[in-house]
């Protein structure tokens, strides 16, 4: 799947990081683009 770079603007992020808001699954998608790591990197827990 190809997903394309868009903006996601601090409205967006200050629910998501406060645990307000579940983002929906092409909102998580672009997430990790705009801080510029895989899915795997942005998601995954190192252990």
Do not use: G, V, W
Not at 28 to 45: G, H, T
């Amino acid at each position: 799947m190809k997903i394309r770079a868009t903006t996601i603007n601090q409205n967006t992020l200050k629910p998501i990081e406060k645990e307000k808001f579940d983002p929906s699954l092409p909102t998580a998608f672009k997430m990790p683009i705009r801080f510029a790591l895989s899915i795997e990197q942005f998601f995954l827990l190192n252990q």
